[in-house]
């Protein structure tokens, strides 16, 4: 099924044209109505008038002593009735005491003391008309012997004249609308310019050119758009930047190890003696677990990177348990190294949202490192405080401590303050990481008398992470 593939600028100028269309065409049958009833008004008016007039003139001559006949009333009434208006009026007279009854009329009103007069609209051989009935009571005397008049006016002129009226009006609105709907379409065009241009920069771009998009003299709207574009783009190259740093390092750390351990094999395959084959496969045994520690802190570190933790889900967790825990794990290990491990954790309960295996790996990763660089005999305590909005773990050790000047460097990555043992230089790095993930902060402080304090602090209500 093929997806219709709609305008914006064809949607803008629907939605500004179709008002403008709707908005006329209802004050065109306001206008209509509004004429028409103005106009009903004044022939009502003029009905009005025109049926006291008559009135009067037979009252008059009845008090006079000359009443009219039937013939005489009605050539006077049509003589009054062509004075006054072009268009023929009919007209219905009746009155009892004269005898006179001239045409048959459409309604009847109640005979009583008062004059009264009711207009209606009747359909008359498919046209409509106007009838005025009136009825004028006498002076004096019984109510029955008044006058009954009716006034019949055709509105077909009257209405092919308005309709003529709103043609001729219609007309130039007509081409004002079309003139307008041009205009508008230029206008939303020319508006739109800078959109087009925007698609053009992304379709004309390589896929290596993650710089920022640049539009001049773009409005409002389109530049908060180039705005996310630029920072999809920004975010983007620094993920590039990260995977190609990543690789570049894992190949350079790989590369060593992975060339003794070959080194190793050949050697190893040389051997005829069994002790000297022995002693090959034991350095063939630590560079593999070197290469492997390496390979493991190197995955470690990717996962800890901003925009590889989406796949990571944080749950809430006890930051204090959690430190008491690992303590317990790592204290065989510092047993084995002569250090006095210990736990002082000041908070029972400590809530905090996080992803618990990168949570886990920092802390593993601050104990093994002080047990791995602290002489013999020493102690290490891992401490957890809180205040108001944050938790403070101290992972603090009596060793000799490390200089200002290396204090910043430790974080770098693959730094090593002593080429022995078989770290890689990555631990630091890996906690620096994981720390700011998480929204908190890690420094180095000295530790009195002598030692070494690595200050973690992680905020109580983090942002996602």
Not at 161 to 180: D, E, G, K, N
Not at 313 to 337: C, F, N, Q, S, Y
Request: aromatic share 4%; charged share 20%; with cysteine.
């Amino acid at each position: 099924m093929q997806v219709t593939k709609r305008s914006l600028q064809r949607q803008i100028l629907l939605w500004t044209v179709l008002p403008l269309l709707a908005l006329w065409l209802a004050g065109a049958v306001v206008i209509y109505w509004v004429s028409f009833h103005f106009v009903n008004e004044r022939n009502d008016a003029q009905l009005s008038r025109l049926a006291t007039t008559i009135s009067r003139q037979l009252e008059q001559n009845i008090q006079a002593g000359h009443p009219p006949t039937a013939a005489a009333l009605a050539q006077s009434t049509a003589s009054i009735l062509a004075a006054v208006s072009n268009e023929p009026i009919r007209f219905v007279i009746e009155h009892q005491p004269l005898k006179i009854k001239i045409g048959k009329p459409f309604h009847s009103l109640p005979k009583t003391s008062a004059s009264q007069l009711v207009f209606s609209l009747q359909q008359i051989n498919g046209q409509p008309h106007r009838i005025l009935s009136a009825y004028f009571p006498p002076r004096a005397g019984n109510p029955d012997d008044g006058l009954y008049l009716e006034l019949i006016t055709d509105l077909s002129a009257q209405t092919a004249s308005l309709q003529r009226y709103l043609l001729h009006m219609a007309l130039p609105l007509i081409v004002m609308l079309i003139l307008v709907s041009v205009l508008i379409g230029v206008g939303i065009k020319n508006s739109l310019k800078p959109l087009r241009t925007l698609k053009q920069l992304v379709e004309t771009r390589k896929a290596q050119d993650l710089s920022p998009l640049s539009l001049d003299n773009a409005p409002e709207e389109l530049n908060a758009l180039s705005k996310a574009l630029n920072q999809l783009l920004s975010s983007t190259e620094e993920s590039i930047t990260r995977q190609r740093r990543f690789i570049a390092d894992a190949a350079h750390q790989l590369r060593t190890p992975l060339a003794g351990l070959k080194s190793q094999t050949e050697l190893a395959m040389r051997e005829n003696s069994p002790e000297g084959l022995r002693d090959r496969l034991n350095m063939v045994h630590t560079s593999a677990t070197r290469s492997i520690h390496l390979v493991n802190q190197l995955l470690t570190l990717a996962r800890s990177e901003p925009g590889s933790i989406n796949g990571i889900p944080k749950i809430k967790m006890d930051l204090a348990r959690l430190i008491r825990d690992l303590t317990g794990e790592l204290v065989p290990r510092a047993l084995a190294a002569r250090i006095d491990l210990g736990c002082d954790c000041l908070v029972q309960e400590a809530w905090i949202e996080g992803n618990s295996a990168l949570l886990r790996e920092l802390f593993i990763n601050l104990v093994e490192n002080a047990i791995k660089y602290i002489p013999r005999d020493a102690s290490v305590t891992v401490r957890l405080t809180e205040n108001e909005t944050q938790y403070i773990v101290d992972v603090e050790d009596s060793g000799p401590g490390i200089p200002d000047a290396d204090k910043q460097r430790v974080f770098e990555r693959f730094f090593r303050r002593e080429q022995t043992g078989n770290g890689c230089g990555l631990g630091m790095a890996i906690v620096k990481e994981i720390v700011e993930r998480h929204h908190g902060s890690v420094e180095l402080l000295d530790a009195k008398p002598h030692g070494l304090i690595v200050h973690v602090v992680l905020p109580k209500n983090p942002a996602s992470i």
